[in-house]
């Protein structure tokens, strides 16, 4: 049973990409396509990796949500956007979330970076500064609202902490 020797080709390809980091399914087939490699050795390839475990869209999607919202700070619209891009299914996108957003919520995440953006904690007197903020953590992903909650919050908890004695 000999291959092809353009499929070894592409296995080659595949095999130095994959070991660089995890790649999804249409994002590799993308990348074969753009060496040249016709469509029919791209779906042998795929298989092949996929038989083997190598390729699998449902742990790829899990570790970039885990990096993005933990290593990143990205907000879930940010996140499922990367993934989308990526060619990842919106049901496999919208699991991973929510499998990684039950260790780390939105809610904590925008916390940590409203204390990291702000570590002197005054923002309830600085509207520019606070209008900058705004724009940062969306530009990160997360909805509005969130935003505004945890603004406020961080806001209160300031608060309470210069009338506490």
């Known amino acids: 049973m000999e291959e092809c020797p353009e499929l070894n080709k592409a296995k080659k390809i ?3 990409l994959l070991s660089l980091r995890d790649h999804g399914e249409r994002e590799l087939a ?41 290593g990143k700070g990205y907000g879930n619209r940010k996140i499922a956007s990367f993934l989308l891009e990526k060619g990842i299914s919106e049901d496999i996108v919208g699991e991973a979330i929510t499998t990684v957003r039950q260790e780390w919520s939105e809610a ?22 606070k209008q900058r903020l705004v724009r940062y953590l969306m530009g990160k992903g997360f909805p509005l609202g969130l935003i505004f909650e945890m603004i406020n919050r961080s806001e209160e908890e300031d608060g309470h902490d210069d009338d506490s004695k």
């Open 108 to 129: 904590q995440a925008l916390t940590s970076l409203i204390r990291k953006k702000r570590p002197n904690g005054n923002i309830r007197d600085d509207l520019k500064g």
């Open 30 to 70: 993308g990348k074969l396509k753009n060496k040249g490699v016709e469509v029919e050795i791209i779906a042998e390839a795929i298989d092949y990796f996929r038989e083997l475990g190598y390729l699998n869209d449902q742990v790829f999607a899990s570790n970039q949500v885990r990096r993005l919202a933990t």
């Open 14 to 16: 595949c095999w130095r």
